[in-house]
């Protein structure tokens, strides 16, 4: 299985300002995935991130706000632009391509908007 | 649009005494059923991979089984530990991406 890292764990930023998370797997992957999880809630797909391509993003959710980059088969990076209080939420990047082609997560990065 | 309900929202057991959660689908051609466990301030911990009704998978004292519309997690004799929240996922007919549920909050007293 896949080994995920992500950078900073956690933050607090100041309304109006952009914070850019690292997503770091420890293989070469095919595609990788950014969600946000909010206060109790579920997983919601921001984004699917193909290195070589333009990310796909999912209803609601676009590029000016959630910039995602995919230079190489192990990195992504997502940022929350022009942050408001309803940015506070974790976001998680994940891969797939287990043997059940699952998804592995990395551990979240917890983000406080004031 | 695909679909995935859970039930129930919170459960609180004791040591011991066995449950079932339960996750409902609708989706396009089902191309697998995930249950994934998540504790508080991590990203969610695969568990199994369903792919036809039938299908049965088990680890330690989990047991997981799916029918054409709804997925169980049976716990048998839980401890403390297995508390978690239990996330079910499907990936519909040509699709990468996860649909998830909203999760049950499982509690396991001593």
């Known amino acids: 299985s896949a080994v995920i890292s992500q950078k900073p764990s956690r933050d607090i930023c100041q309304r109006g300002t952009s914070l850019t998370i690292q997503c770091q797997v420890d293989?070469?992957?095919?595609?990788m995935f950014w969600y946000r999880q909010q206060p109790g809630q579920s997983l919601t797909l921001i984004a699917t991130?193909?290195?070589?391509?333009?990310?796909?993003?999912e209803s609601g959710f676009v590029i000016d706000k959630f910039p995602i980059s995919r230079p190489n088969l192990t990195f992504s990076t997502l940022t929350v632009s022009n942050m408001s209080p309803e940015d506070s939420s974790i976001y998680l990047c994940?891969?797939?391509?287990?043997?059940?082609?699952?998804?592995?997560f990395g551990p979240g990065t917890r983000l406080t908007v004031l | 649009e695909d679909q995935v309900t859970q039930s129930p929202e919170a459960l609180r057991l004791q040591e011991g005494e066995s449950s079932s959660l339960n996750c409902s689908y609708t989706?396009?051609?089902?191309?697998?059923l995930f249950w994934y466990r998540q504790d508080p301030g991590k990203g969610p911990e695969f568990l199994f991979t369903?792919?036809?009704a039938g299908e049965e998978k088990e680890k330690e004292r989990l047991k997981a089984t799916l029918t054409k519309k709804e997925s169980f997690l049976h716990i048998t004799a839980p401890k403390p530990e297995d508390s978690a929240t239990y996330l079910c996922?499907?990936?519909?007919?040509?699709?990468?991406?996860?649909?998830f549920g909203q999760g049950t909050r499982l509690t396991i007293n001593p």
């Open positions: 994940s891969s797939s391509g287990g043997s059940y082609n699952e998804q592995f």
């Open positions: 369903l792919y036809s």
């Open positions: 293989s070469q992957v095919t595609m």
């Open positions: 989706v396009s051609g089902l191309r697998g």
């Open positions: 996922a499907v990936r519909g007919e040509g699709a990468q991406k996860l649909v």
């Open positions: 991130a193909n290195q070589g391509s333009e990310a796909t993003y």
